[in-house]
């Protein structure tokens, strides 16, 4: 089988997680957590589709994601558009989830992954495991993120450390 060729590119990169998914769907039947799941999929698509982001991955309630360095702006007001909105959704189904996010940017890898016959586009690459490996207690992105930003954008942030990020003006710092 012929090798494939990934492309290098840079990307925003951000991994998406509900707090307290197994609490939200305990006691629930499978098929239930799938269509929760479903569900919320098709939410988090809709709401980062126009900012150009797209899912690369699930993992449960966990999602990898990634914007075109173009959109790295457009792409953070997107995700602090969808934590706002999950926030919303949840308090209206009951149940006591929030969204984690978590975004570097930097270079990745991207092309076909997978098992033959079975690939899929993915980002590899050390900005990957930066943004999987971020401390966050809500939203935050590096400072590779911030500089990326427009003066708009950033004053919607502020910085928190130590490492330095750059969390919600509203968000209460965290250790």
Same mark, same amino acid.
Not at 89 to 115: I, Q, T, W
Not at 145 to 160: C, I
């Given at each position: ?43 988090? *698509? +809709?709401? !980062?589709?126009?900012? @150009?982001?797209? !899912? ?13 360095? *173009? ?6 007001r ?15 189904? +009951? ?13 990745? *890898?991207? @092309?076909?992954? @997978? +098992?033959? @016959?079975e690939?899929r586009?993915?980002? !590899? /690459? ?11 207690? /809500?939203?935050?992105?590096? *400072? ?23 969390i ?7 250790d």
């Open positions: 089988m012929p090798s494939m060729i990934p492309r290098r590119e840079s990307r925003l990169i951000a991994f998406l997680d509900l707090t307290q998914f197994s609490r939200a769907v305990h006691g629930l039947e499978p098929e239930a957590v799938f269509a929760f799941l479903q569900d919320y999929y098709a939410q988090v *698509a +809709a709401e !980062i589709g126009p900012s @150009g982001g797209r !899912i690369i991955k699930c993992i449960g309630d966990a999602l990898l994601c990634d914007w075109p360095e *173009a959109s790295v702006d457009a792409g953070v997107g995700l602090l558009d969808l934590r706002d909105f999950v926030a919303a959704s949840m308090k209206k189904r +009951a149940k006591p989830c929030k969204l984690d996010v978590k975004a570097h940017f930097g270079e990745v *890898a991207v @092309g076909p992954m @997978g +098992a033959p @016959g690939e586009e993915d980002v !590899i /690459g050390e900005t990957v495991n930066i943004a999987a490996m971020l401390k966050s207690a /809500g939203f935050a992105v590096t *400072a590779e993120v911030f500089r990326k930003l427009k003066p708009e954008t950033r004053k919607l942030l502020k910085k928190h450390t130590p490492p330095i990020t750059y919600p003006l509203e968000d209460p710092h965290r």
